[in-house]
């Protein structure tokens, strides 16, 4: 679907800016029947237009663009030279092979163009960003803070397959703290079993807004807590099935470290 063919700019946008959480204003906290269908908002320039529709005409945002998402032909500049980087890296450390790499970005591709047309929309816009419930946050900060040294134990440092190109392990290794794991501090099924209670229920709210069916999720994956390092890219990627729902948490952050 075109959401901006579909909706118009002005309705676009704000559906946007609702998924972000930002102040409605205008564009009335997302309420698109209160919106002028004339594509002109009720009083002013939805906040993100300037930010983003802007920009866009300028190459600087969207698909292929800051980073290859369904191809990798159609970047120049900054970007080209970023993403040129991030594969030379690659296949620098599978140096025997350095196919695997292409043959990796390859599937990214077509999972991220072919996935997404076969899966059904429980949402409009398909994300939002809230803050998650006390609850959980409690959860995951005390697992976080008495197993922190953890971060530094070589056990901890996430094994990737030859070629992955999901994330530049060659350049910025991520670790995984596991909170199945028993012989972390307060690890184990109960702790996991507590989060997924703990994150069900926002889940569920946000999906079954609209959808009048009865919707019952059911887990599927809950790995722990990935810490990503300095230079560290997540590129762009849809998750295989049965992963539908799913929610990023960020528990804690050094932006100095």
């Given at each position: 679907r075109d959401l901006k063919e579909e909706f118009g700019e002005v309705k676009y946008e704000c559906l946007i800016e609702s998924a972000l959480s930002l102040d409605g204003g205008i564009c009335l906290n997302g309420d698109l029947g209160k919106i002028s269908d004339t594509n002109k908002a009720p009083s002013a320039t939805p906040v993100l237009v300037d930010q983003f529709s802007k920009r866009s005409k300028g190459k600087e945002y969207g698909v292929d663009v800051t980073f290859p998402i369904h191809n990798h032909s159609s970047q120049d500049g900054q970007y080209k030279e970023a993403y040129t980087e991030f594969i030379e890296g690659c296949k620098e450390l599978y140096d025997s092979d350095p196919n695997v790499c292409t043959q990796s970005e390859i599937d990214r591709f077509d999972m991220n163009k072919n996935q997404p047309p076969v899966m059904q929309n429980y949402t409009t816009i398909g994300f939002q960003k809230t803050k998650a419930p006390s609850d959980l946050m409690i959860l995951l900060n005390t697992f976080f803070r008495e197993n922190i040294n953890a971060i530094h134990d070589p056990q901890n440092i996430e094994k990737w397959h030859p070629g992955d190109t999901h994330i530049n392990h060659w350049k910025a290794s991520t670790k995984m703290i596991h909170v199945e794991n028993p012989n972390q501090k307060g690890g184990g099924m109960v702790l996991k079993n507590k989060i997924w209670d703990a994150?069900?229920?926002?889940?569920?709210?946000?999906?079954?807004?609209?959808?009048?069916?009865?919707?019952?999720?059911?887990?599927?994956?809950?790995?722990g807590i990935r810490v990503y390092g300095k230079g560290a890219v997540l590129a762009p990627h849809v998750d295989r099935l049965p992963l539908v729902t799913s929610a990023i948490i960020n528990v804690a952050q050094d932006l100095d470290g």
């Amino acid at each position: 679907r075109d959401l901006k063919e579909e909706f118009g700019e002005v309705k676009y946008e704000c559906l946007i800016e609702s998924a972000l959480s930002l102040d409605g204003g205008i564009c009335l906290n997302g309420d698109l029947g209160k919106i002028s269908d004339t594509n002109k908002a009720p009083s002013a320039t939805p906040v993100l237009v300037d930010q983003f529709s802007k920009r866009s005409k300028g190459k600087e945002y969207g698909v292929d663009v800051t980073f290859p998402i369904h191809n990798h032909s159609s970047q120049d500049g900054q970007y080209k030279e970023a993403y040129t980087e991030f594969i030379e890296g690659c296949k620098e450390l599978y140096d025997s092979d350095p196919n695997v790499c292409t043959q990796s970005e390859i599937d990214r591709f077509d999972m991220n163009k072919n996935q997404p047309p076969v899966m059904q929309n429980y949402t409009t816009i398909g994300f939002q960003k809230t803050k998650a419930p006390s609850d959980l946050m409690i959860l995951l900060n005390t697992f976080f803070r008495e197993n922190i040294n953890a971060i530094h134990d070589p056990q901890n440092i996430e094994k990737w397959h030859p070629g992955d190109t999901h994330i530049n392990h060659w350049k910025a290794s991520t670790k995984m703290i596991h909170v199945e794991n028993p012989n972390q501090k307060g690890g184990g099924m109960v702790l996991k079993n507590k989060i997924w209670d703990a994150a069900r229920d926002m889940l569920q709210t946000w999906i079954q807004a609209e959808n009048p069916a009865k919707i019952n999720l059911q887990p599927a994956s809950l790995y722990g807590i990935r810490v990503y390092g300095k230079g560290a890219v997540l590129a762009p990627h849809v998750d295989r099935l049965p992963l539908v729902t799913s929610a990023i948490i960020n528990v804690a952050q050094d932006l100095d470290g």
